[in-house]
């Protein structure tokens, strides 16, 4: 990843705009993990922070088998996901993800299929990283 270039944050506070009944409206990746309670998919917007990394939502808690996206902005530079212990995507499953440009925009895309509990992660630059985790909530 040492070609990477720029500083990335987690950035999941964001929302699409409310609807009538003041939810928010999902966009093609879902809404965002701070409105994830019963969404099929959730995004986590990773942005460009200059030098430094901060996270103002270090946990996103999803129920089982929600689509979770991690997503850079439209042209920015490629980054990692890298899980410190399991893969919440099932057992077995790759620790490492290199995100990959869908739509003008660097992304990784997983399913929470393992077992309820939080997975730790890094959010990997050429400049610096980011320690957020996900959390699935028990059936």
Do not use: H
């Amino acid at each position: 990843m040492a070609a990477l270039a720029g500083v990335f944050m987690l950035a999941g506070c964001s929302t699409s705009g409310p609807t009538r009944d003041g939810a928010p409206t999902p966009d093609a990746d879902g809404v965002p993990c701070a409105d994830s309670a019963g969404a099929p998919a959730v995004y986590i917007d990773v942005e460009y922070s200059g030098a430094s990394v901060s996270t103002p939502i270090p946990v996103c808690e999803v129920d089982p088998d929600t689509v979770i996206t991690w997503r850079g902005e439209t042209g920015a530079e490629g980054f990692q996901i890298r899980f410190t212990s399991a893969s919440p995507a099932a057992r077995g499953a790759p620790r490492s993800i290199n995100s990959t440009s869908r739509g003008g925009r660097q992304k990784v895309v997983l399913t929470a299929r393992n077992t309820s509990g939080t997975y730790e992660y890094e959010i990997l630059t050429a400049n610096g990283g980011v320690d957020p985790a996900i959390i699935i909530r028990a059936r």
